[in-house]
């Protein structure tokens, strides 16, 4: 672990230069491993910090302040306005120290994945992310989605075909059919479609690190409560058991991950998603997750 420092010339302002430890200036300070922290423990500092009252010297973790190489100087300049961002889409760190109180039930339904699925994934992947590898290894996020439609045995036929059809915009970027970990019915039912450790097709930039969930509805038939609740338990066993995940984010809100480490498309193909799942669904998961996270702490299982 590296103890990294970095100032600002005000709370909402411009980077300015590094401090050396003496002079007056305001600095964040945290622990990092190696030149790219998990996005996680960064947002988690500089939010501890931005929400102080008293923005002066400020040590995270009992740890001192120290100097930084300049390369993760330059790295934390360049992602401050990213991280600023990002920050509303971590989920609290303590929800991976337990699995929830109530397990989700889930209904086995997995697509086929016969060898020309599986070889068409393969081009795919190594076309857009450079690493042709169909297993997702410790994934950092979960995108969730909406499907449009309010059907869902028109949802499971149409990801049970092995190529894309239909959709041109999406067929120019690889033929491979779109695929996804698992879907919430508008009762709730969670059935999984894949296991979570292969790679879906579902997101632009996202597939290589993120899991997926796709909910029946729409524009036209919002989330229902019954959808919210199963979409809370199932990240919250997911978190549980895949302590690297980070983030929870809509699909609209992909772009967002352009440029960091998280995000992985070598082409410059990208698809519009406007609203996906919809915000107030969104907004109500957040703040079920997090409260979430606040319980585990109170209750002493985390030691943030
Ligand atoms: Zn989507």
Redesign the pocket.
């Known amino acids: 672990m590296a103890a990294f420092l970095f100032s600002f010339s005000a709370l909402a302002g411009e980077p300015s230069e590094l401090c050396d430890g003496t002079a007056k200036c305001h600095v964040l300070a945290g622990t990092v491993t190696g030149d790219q922290p998990r996005l996680a423990d960064l947002v988690a500092d500089i939010v501890m910090i931005l929400d102080s009252p008293e923005l002066k010297w400020v040590h995270t973790r009992d740890r001192p302040p120290a100097t930084v190489s300049l390369k993760l100087a330059e790295f934390l300049r360049t992602c401050f306005d990213k991280v600023m961002k990002l920050k509303n889409f971590v989920v609290h760190q303590c929800l991976a120290a337990a699995p929830p109180d109530e397990e989700p039930k889930i209904v086995e339904h997995p697509i086929p994945w016969p060898p020309e699925r599986e070889s068409l994934m393969r081009e795919y992947l190594q076309k857009h992310t450079g690493d042709g590898s169909t297993y997702l290894k410790n994934p950092t996020t979960i ?1 969730t ?3 449009g439609t309010n059907n869902l045995d028109e949802t499971i036929k149409g990801f049970e075909r092995t190529r894309l059809e239909g959709r041109p915009e999406l067929a120019a970027a690889g033929l491979v059919n779109v695929s996804c970990h698992f879907i919430v019915d508008r009762d709730g039912t969670i059935y999984r479609m894949m296991p979570d450790d292969r790679t879906g097709r ?2 632009v930039g996202m597939n290589r690190n993120a899991l997926c969930i ?1 909910n029946i509805g729409g524009p036209t038939h919002p989330l229902t409560k019954e959808q919210l609740r199963s979409n809370e338990l199932l990240i919250e066993s997911l978190v549980a058991r895949h302590p690297t995940i980070d983030n929870v984010i809509g ?2 809100e992909y772009r967002n991950f352009e440029n960091t480490y998280i995000f992985s498309e070598r082409t410059g193909y990208r698809s519009d ?1 406007d609203a ?2 919809g915000r107030a669904f969104l907004a109500q998961l957040r703040l079920r997750l997090f409260e979430r996270g606040e319980r585990i702490k109170a209750a002493g299982r985390c030691n943030l």
């Open positions: 995108v989605h909406w499907t579902h997101a796709e699909h609209s998603r996906e799942p």
